[in-house]
């Protein structure tokens, strides 16, 4: 009853603070819609679903969720050589949209270990949108995944600065510091800081890390997180 209890105070607060996360339901399960009311993102997901159907892919992976940096990444498996992993980035999605799809792309996987990246396109959408917001909005996601799946390892990748989100960087990093202290307070839980290797030593990003919209990455972009990644996978 107390762990009921605190999963609900954590809901009420989540929703009371921030009106976009309020429109997820509570359970993060999916209904068929009708073709007039498709929520964001819902082919992507059925693109998904039909993979999988084809050919699912095995339990006990290392599972990629997120945004747009994951979805573009898209030969992510010749960069980590012995280890199995399932991509599903996903659209411009920010964590309300990856909430509202946990029962299609994290569940159904059994995964062994979960790894994220989301919050760029949270701060991004609009200016009334915090750092403490997209922190709640994580933990929303932390506690979800937790919840059916309490002994996988959970990793957050920082959210990375951009030449073309430059004027978001204060929020990024103070979200990326609520983050990282928040999962290391827990067990099963990394934080891996892509953002200060990004940055020249005069603390703006590297241009040449992106492609010409400056908000993707090159592969140049790619080989950071690879190595910074790595130590965290789990074998």
């Not at 933990?139 to 920082?158: A, G």
């Not at 993707?216 to 910074?228: E, F, P, R, S």
């Amino acid at each position: 009853m107390k762990k009921l209890s605190l999963c609900l105070t954590l809901l009420t607060l989540l929703i009371t603070s921030d009106p976009i996360a309020a429109q997820q339901p509570a359970d993060s399960s999916v209904h068929q819609p009708t073709l007039s009311h498709q929520p964001p993102f819902w082919n992507e997901i059925a693109d998904f679903k039909k993979q999988d159907s084809v050919q699912h892919p095995p339990s006990g992976a290392i599972l990629f969720i997120g945004s747009s940096s994951f979805r573009k990444w898209t030969n992510v498996q010749s960069y980590f050589p012995g280890y199995t992993i399932i991509n599903r980035g996903f659209g411009g999605s920010t964590f309300p949209d990856v909430i509202r799809y946990a029962s299609e792309i994290i569940f159904p996987y059994h995964p062994k270990q979960v790894v994220i990246y989301c919050g760029d396109n949270d701060l991004a959408v609009s200016d009334s949108v915090s750092a403490t917001m997209v922190y709640n909005r994580f933990v929303h996601l932390y506690e979800l995944i937790r919840s059916r799946l309490k002994s996988v390892d959970i990793v957050y990748v920082s959210i990375k600065p951009s030449p073309s989100r430059q004027k978001l960087m204060p929020r990024m990093e103070a979200a990326n510091d609520m983050i990282r202290d928040f999962m290391a307070k827990h067990s099963h839980a990394a934080f891996v800081d892509v953002y200060h290797p990004m940055l020249t030593a005069q603390g703006q990003p590297i241009d040449s890390l992106f492609v010409s919209d400056k908000l993707h990455m090159n592969d140049k972009g790619y080989k950071i997180w690879q190595q910074t990644l790595l130590p965290y996978l789990d074998k």
